[in-house]
């Protein structure tokens, strides 16, 4: 069964940076593209970025470009997106998420087949 499992979040202040990581267990990590959504209260789950497992240049949401870096490290099993010059509009719950029905990425979350649990990023100013 194929599972994955965030971590990395926490507490940050304005202008910090975090890195999350996303570990697959129970599948072949390399046959799928991931995806790194946000969600907060009241509100619907965000796309923030995409990495395909082929190479094509990564995804990412107008409001993270140039601040968010995801990549994958298929010998770990895991995807990471790299967090900088965080803000306190970027305080969420993440989530990874992963596919294989397209051939590169996609913004649409029921594209997604497995999902992680989320993990709390707060951000103060």
């Known amino acids: 069964q194929v599972q994955l499992v965030e971590s990395g979040g926490g507490l940050a202040q304005a202008g910090d940076s975090l890195r999350l990581s996303c570990e697959l267990s129970?599948?072949?990590?390399?046959?799928?593209?991931y995806g790194w959504f946000r969600q907060t209260p009241g509100l619907e789950r965000e796309f923030v970025a995409a990495?395909?497992?082929?190479?094509?240049?990564?995804d990412y949401a107008d409001s993270v470009k140039g601040r968010f870096a995801v990549s994958r490290d298929d010998a770990k099993s895991t995807a990471f997106l790299q967090m900088n010059n965080l803000k306190p509009e970027d305080t969420a719950v993440y989530f990874c998420?992963?596919?294989?029905?397209?051939?590169?990425?996609?913004?649409?979350?029921?594209?997604?087949?497995?999902w992680g649990k989320g993990i709390l990023v707060t951000v103060s100013l």
């Open positions: 129970g599948g072949n990590f390399n046959a799928y593209y």
């Open positions: 998420a992963s596919g294989s029905t397209v051939l590169t990425t996609t913004r649409n979350p029921e594209m997604y087949d497995y």
């Open positions: 990495i395909s497992r082929r190479r094509v240049p990564p």
